[in-house]
């Protein structure tokens, strides 16, 4: 009896384990299951739109992948750099620029992409000439001024009167004028007859003094009456120019050009008093100097370096020692300045040396919107005056030798093309 209930109890033991492990065994399916449901936890209508979104993206790429490379197909070839340098929009030969040294590679491509997009918003002559103001003018040149002009051999003075104007335009505005006439003296430096006709650019001139009359107020006909004089020597009267500018003035803007008049002294005698009535022409700016300047623009930094390295001028033999220069560098855009540097004031000589760099940092889009006026001032070094402005040199559209420098500048890689431009009033 006692055997018998130990293996009773015994396979009572066993029987327990044996469930146990069944039950143990018939979980690990049912992890499994759930592990599963958890790595995919959608119904079947999410795992179809997914499906479709995806192959719907894939399509869109492909879409613009073909249309891509349809495009660069289709594209007409560019134009090589080389050709912006053309003034006729002929391809410029090999050996017309002695900047060039080799073909561009690969790695500057992007450059010269942007320089041809900026060449193409500048304007394509490179000829040399004496801009006009009559781009200024809002009508034709009308009307007419009387002067008169006297030499006084005993004083040694020339004596200039305005007198009155005739038949002025009108502002359409405001159906008036304000006239007033400005008065400037240029002095040509003699050269030999040989000299002057092997010259082929404009005669170097100095402005030995300016005037200004009165305003007449609302008066399409006035009357000046304003006399001026200057101390002169008899044998600078011939190479004298008498520049007489008729403007508009405005309080609040610039003033407007009416029209102007130039009398050369070479050929007329001035002995007495002589008057004279002339018709209003157009105004054409005048050459008083010449500036070395030198550009370099780095595209990986966006700074613009405009070097001021000389100025050429004619000094006068009475003030060659108590003038000094300095010059404003402003850079404008649509019209707006944006920032300005001034160099250092140095002794005028025929050749004022500076070797003065200013930087400008300048973004893409302004780059290619950009102005920069190049301004030339006078001051006396023994007696606190105001400033004179001698010249400008500007850069930007519409300009013809200065885009060439422009172009030479963003064809070039970190490096400073230099050259010499005419300093005009």
Same mark, same amino acid.
């Given at each position: 009896?006692?055997?018998?209930?130990?293996?009773?109890?015994?396979?009572? $033991?066993?029987?327990?384990?044996?469930?146990?492990?069944?039950?143990?065994?018939?979980?690990?399916?049912?992890?499994?299951?759930?592990?599963?449901?958890?790595?995919?936890?959608?119904?079947?209508?999410?795992?179809?739109?997914?499906?479709?979104?995806?192959?719907?993206?894939?399509?869109?790429?492909?879409?613009i992948?073909?249309?891509q490379?349809?495009?660069?197909?289709?594209? #007409?070839?560019?134009? *090589?750099?080389?050709d912006?340098?053309?003034?006729?929009?002929?391809?410029?030969?090999?050996?017309?620029?002695?900047?060039?040294?080799?073909?561009?590679?690969?790695?500057?491509?992007?450059?010269?992409?942007? #320089?041809?997009r900026?060449s193409?918003c500048?304007?394509? $002559?490179?000829?040399?000439?004496? *801009?006009?103001? %009559?781009?200024?003018?809002?009508?034709?040149?009308?009307?007419?001024?009387?002067?008169?002009?006297?030499?006084?051999?005993?004083?040694s003075?020339?004596?200039?009167?305005?007198?009155? #104007?005739? %038949?002025?335009?009108?502002?359409?505005?405001?159906?008036?004028?304000?006239?007033?006439?400005?008065?400037?003296?240029?002095?040509?430096?003699?050269?030999?007859?040989?000299?002057?006709?092997?010259q082929?650019?404009?005669?170097?001139?100095?402005?030995?003094?300016?005037?200004?009359?009165?305003?007449?107020?609302? =008066?399409?006909?006035?009357?000046f009456?304003?006399q001026?004089?200057?101390?002169?020597?008899?044998?600078?009267?011939?190479?004298?120019?008498?520049?007489?500018?008729?403007r508009?003035?405005?309080?609040?803007?610039?003033h407007?050009?009416?029209?102007?008049?130039?009398?050369?002294?070479?050929?007329?005698?001035?002995?007495?008093?002589l008057e004279?009535?002339?018709?209003?022409q157009?105004?054409?700016?005048?050459?008083?100097?010449?500036?070395?300047?030198?550009l370099?623009?780095?595209?990986?930094?966006?700074?613009?370096?405009? $070097?001021?390295?000389?100025?050429?001028?004619? *000094?006068?033999? =009475?003030?060659?020692?108590?003038?000094?220069?300095?010059?404003?560098?402003?850079?404008?855009?649509?019209?707006?300045?944006?920032r300005?540097?001034?160099?250092? #004031?140095?002794?005028?000589?025929?050749?004022?040396?500076?070797n003065?760099?200013?930087?400008?940092?300048?973004?893409?889009?302004?780059?290619?919107?950009?102005?920069?006026?190049?301004s030339?001032?006078?001051?006396?070094?023994?007696?606190?005056?105001?400033?004179?402005?001698?010249?400008?040199?500007?850069? %930007?559209?519409?300009?013809?030798?200065?885009?060439?420098?422009?172009?030479?500048?963003?064809?070039?890689i970190?490096?400073?093309?230099?050259?010499?431009?005419?300093?005009?009033?």
């Amino acid at each position: 009896m006692v055997m018998e209930t130990q293996v009773t109890v015994n396979g009572e $033991g066993q029987t327990d384990d044996v469930i146990r492990w069944q039950r143990d065994m018939s979980f690990l399916p049912t992890v499994d299951l759930s592990i599963g449901d958890l790595r995919m936890p959608f119904n079947e209508e999410v795992k179809y739109c997914i499906l479709g979104i995806s192959v719907t993206l894939f399509l869109i790429a492909m879409g613009i992948l073909v249309w891509q490379l349809y495009r660069y197909c289709s594209q #007409a070839p560019k134009e *090589p750099v080389d050709d912006l340098l053309s003034s006729d929009g002929k391809p410029a030969k090999t050996g017309d620029l002695h900047t060039e040294t080799q073909r561009p590679n690969v790695k500057v491509e992007k450059l010269h992409e942007d #320089a041809q997009r900026l060449s193409h918003c500048l304007s394509m $002559g490179s000829h040399v000439e004496l *801009p006009s103001l %009559g781009n200024q003018l809002d009508e034709e040149v009308k009307g007419s001024l009387r002067f008169s002009l006297y030499y006084d051999q005993l004083q040694s003075r020339l004596v200039v009167t305005v007198l009155e #104007a005739r %038949g002025l335009p009108v502002r359409d505005f405001s159906r008036s004028v304000d006239p007033f006439v400005r008065v400037r003296l240029l002095w040509a430096r003699h050269d030999n007859e040989e000299e002057k006709e092997e010259q082929s650019s404009p005669s170097l001139q100095c402005l030995l003094h300016e005037w200004q009359s009165r305003i007449v107020k609302d =008066s399409s006909s006035p009357t000046f009456g304003d006399q001026f004089s200057y101390s002169m020597e008899e044998e600078d009267v011939p190479h004298t120019t008498v520049r007489f500018e008729v403007r508009d003035f405005d309080k609040f803007s610039r003033h407007g050009f009416l029209g102007e008049v130039r009398v050369s002294l070479c050929d007329m005698k001035i002995s007495y008093p002589l008057e004279v009535l002339e018709d209003l022409q157009t105004p054409q700016k005048d050459m008083v100097g010449e500036v070395l300047l030198s550009l370099k623009y780095l595209h990986t930094l966006q700074r613009l370096e405009v $070097g001021l390295l000389k100025i050429r001028a004619l *000094p006068q033999q =009475s003030k060659k020692d108590q003038v000094r220069l300095y010059a404003r560098i402003s850079v404008l855009c649509n019209q707006f300045k944006l920032r300005h540097q001034k160099s250092t #004031a140095k002794t005028l000589c025929e050749v004022t040396v500076f070797n003065e760099v200013m930087m400008f940092t300048l973004p893409d889009p302004q780059i290619r919107a950009c102005c920069i006026v190049v301004s030339v001032y006078e001051i006396h070094a023994d007696r606190k005056s105001a400033k004179r402005l001698v010249g400008q040199v500007t850069f %930007g559209k519409g300009k013809r030798s200065e885009d060439e420098h422009w172009r030479l500048m963003m064809r070039s890689i970190c490096q400073p093309i230099a050259k010499w431009h005419p300093l005009l009033i």
